[in-house]
């Protein structure tokens, strides 16, 4: 059996899933607020001062700290099932489908949240490994329960879930620097 790795926004999308499903859970006004709000830690990544983990935690904390679960996860399904078709890039979804008709395992790796990229990758048939939001009683806590599947991370993922030496051929697709060590692990990778 053969291995397809899969980045998600940028190669599978054609925009960001994290920048549509902000201004769909709290709608445009209250998105350039709060983006106003985030502004300082932006630069401070975009500078290399904090990381991309750190910025986008504080971009969540800023979004969503306190938001009920029940509420936040009910509006992540609703994003998956209403507008995450309409991002996805028809060419690559077919590459990625094509891997299925081969029997090859695939797998999304993803920067994004499990709570919206879930619903989408259960709908395909798609296995996921992605970022994860911390909840406690009943609410947002501010914080990420996994570490951002970004850059390294991506690799730790890989490795802790899967034994890529099983694969005959191992398949990666991505499109920024953020796959680049997920693409060393394969025999066969794509930067878009």
């Not at 001062?49 to 306190?66: D, P, Q, V």
């Not at 679960?69 to 078709?85: I, V």
């Not at 009683?137 to 991370?153: A, I, P, Q, S, Y």
Request: proline share 1%.
């Amino acid at each position: 059996m053969n291995l397809a790795l899969f980045d998600f926004d940028g190669t599978l999308t054609t925009k960001d899933s994290l920048d549509e499903f902000l201004k769909y859970s709290v709608g445009k006004k209250e998105y350039f607020i709060k983006m106003f709000k985030f502004l300082p830690y932006l630069v401070l990544w975009q500078t290399k001062i904090m990381s991309n983990s750190a910025a986008k935690e504080h971009l969540f904390r800023i979004f969503f700290k306190g938001v009920s679960e029940e509420l936040f996860k009910k509006r992540a399904r609703d994003f998956s099932h209403e507008k995450l078709d309409l991002i996805i890039n028809q060419e690559r979804l077919n590459i990625l489908r094509e891997h299925q008709s081969n029997g090859d395992r695939v797998v999304i790796v993803s920067a994004s949240m499990q709570c919206w990229l879930q619903p989408w990758c259960d709908k395909n048939n798609i296995e996921l490994l992605s970022t994860r939001l911390e909840f406690k009683e009943g609410e947002f806590t501010g914080r990420f329960l996994t570490k951002n599947c970004h850059g390294k991370e991506k690799e730790s993922r890989i490795k802790e879930f899967l034994k890529v030496e099983d694969y005959k051929v191992v398949y990666a697709y991505g499109d920024s620097s953020g796959d680049k060590e997920m693409l060393e692990l394969a025999h066969k990778s794509i930067l878009y």
